[in-house]
């Protein structure tokens, strides 16, 4: 039995009570979505969004369930679910294309709403306005939340399989020396046995014995050879013990031949025995010479491995303090061991260290993170191939560790970027482009410096760090010309970086909530940009930092802020709307930190702002 058009409008007002969006909306706002919206039914399986495509849609999840995922790139990507009362697609306030491709898990019944009918419906039923903005935020929390756990899992996973590749070698040597081992072991005792039954005297038992430790001492130590040599030699014995009626005397002088032996040193012998007795008696040397190689196989095999897992241990600081002295040379060793799956692929390594190189204070698995960054980067950059070098030397209070190599260089249009997340100049599914992020961010948190040099052929990355623990370097730090040009107190200055540090992560998501809710606070605002607001994001995101950075040189910054202050007012920007840009990035920014950005870091960065605001004020 087919519902009426009544009975069915009535069934999407009763199902849009039940979304949170909706909820506490009359009935009459309910169905005045319903008009401006389209209900369709579709089956499994349907995309409704596809990744980094533009959306101009709402849509309303009234049953079902949708999966969202990265596929671009190849490699399994970040998963996102939206069931019955969710909503997806494009927000109100929201100017970025959708990150995933979803697609319905179950047959779904949803509704539609155009984005050309957000503005109308937005008037009529102002109390979504918040509710889409926390959407928004919560969208842009997940998604930057996800690329960054699923870009530690893939440089995890990177680092585990070299790890694994470098394990599995000496393993299966071990293993192989093993399987050989027992066979010449086999062997061995087969020998005795016969050589047990031959009426041998005394004297001709001692001459045996010492006959063979001298072999196995010689063999020990003997050099390689190439393979022209070795053949020759095989030759040569091959015709020895022929002449001697030695039994299978190609196997026998191929087994001499490669531990060194030749026919100099087997004449003693020779002159004593010949035939059957001749035969037992060097084969018992070559099984025996065979077991000892193959038991420094296995010794070498497990040492190698032995080597990684103290290099893993040494590399994450597994059960050490997190902050302490750090060998930055021994931490530059490990983190090439765990490259090494890398770098024998045709890489060379040029070292130079400089001697008695001070230790620093660090969280050394973070520095580690460093130096794998830059040396995998290196490495890209140069197609696999070339010379990698490491330098380390003293700079005043501070030590530099600067890698370079031999690549084709950063261009003139990508340096400006470097170091901002989420870019990258790799192919899709290659990089995600926070590795230097991550880079800078940790370098900054141990109050170092990260610096560039690029040209054809030579791009040189410099990280310096104080030798100085982080309690010293607090207590020498210039607060005071802080305190006077900004009246920030030594802890309200932490508290700012600290915060920075933790918005960094999320470096694409504050621009955009900071312009959403500038724009719900004041509508006019909009007009007054000349550029796209993700442009336009960017360049926000860039001065904060800039602005945080020049914290204990503010005063230097004051000339730069009054310029842009007389290009906001050519922009028709006016003095009360700075406050109103102010509680709109404070907003933005208790969005992302949630519960790190208390009373205390709130006081601090309005201080900050207030100050901010005045300089760019002074245009007088």
Known sequence: MTSSPSQQIAAVVAALRR?????????????????RSEEVRLPAGTVLLYEDHP????FVLLEGEVRGRRENGG?????????????????AFSQMNFAVTARLTAPSWILR???????????????????????VADRIREFSRGDQYRDKL?????????????????????????????????????VNRTLADELLSREERDLITV????????????????????????????????????????GLAEGLAEAGIDCAALDGLGERFCGEVLSRLLLRVVSSIAAERLTREIEASMERISELIRAVKEYSYMDRALEQEVDVHCGIENTLTMLKFRLKRGVEVRREFAPNLPRVFAHGSELNQVWTNLIENAIDAMGGTGELKIRTFRELDSIVVEIIDDGPGISDDVKPHIFEPFFTTKRVGEGTGIGLDIVYRIVNGHCGQVSFDSRPGRTSFQVRLSIKPARLRASVAPICSV??????????????????????????SVPLLFYDRLFELDPGARQLFRIPIEQQA?????????????????????????????????YGVYPAQYRTLKEALLWAIAQVLEEEFDSETRAAWDKLLTTVSEAMLSVG
């Open 55 to 58: 959306v101009d849609t709402l």
């Open 154 to 190: 893939s440089a995890l996973g990177k680092l585990s399989a070299g790890l694994a590749h470098e394990l599995n070698n000496p393993a299966s040597a071990a293993h192989r020396a093993a399987e050989g081992l027992r066979d010449s072991i086999r062997e061995l005792r087969g």
């Open 483 to 508: 305190n006077a040009a900004l009246s920030l107190t030594a802890k309200q200055e932490l508290l700012i970086r600290q915060s920075l540090e933790s918005l960094a992560e999320f470096s694409d």
């Open 538 to 570: 960017q360049k926000f995101m860039k001065m904060l930092t800039t602005i945080v950075e020049m914290l204990d040189r503010f005063d230097e910054l004051r000339p730069q802020l009054k310029d842009l202050g007389r290009r906001h007012v050519s």
């Open 211 to 250: 006959f063979e430790d001298n072999l196995l001492n010689r063999a020990a130590f003997v050099p390689s050879m190439d393979p022209l040599e070795q053949t020759d030699l095989e030759q040569e014995l091959e015709a020895w013990l022929s002449g001697r009626g030695v039994l299978n005397p190609l």
């Open 75 to 91: 490699a399994d990507g970040s998963g996102y679910m939206w069931r019955t009362g969710q909503v997806l697609g494009t927000l």
């Open 113 to 135: 709403i155009s984005k050309a009918h957000f503005e109308e419906l937005l008037q009529r039923m102002p109390t979504l306005v918040p509710r889409l903005i926390d959407t």
């Open 19 to 35: 979304a949170p969006i909706f909820s506490g909306l009359s009935d009459e706002e309910l169905h005045y979505i319903t008009t």
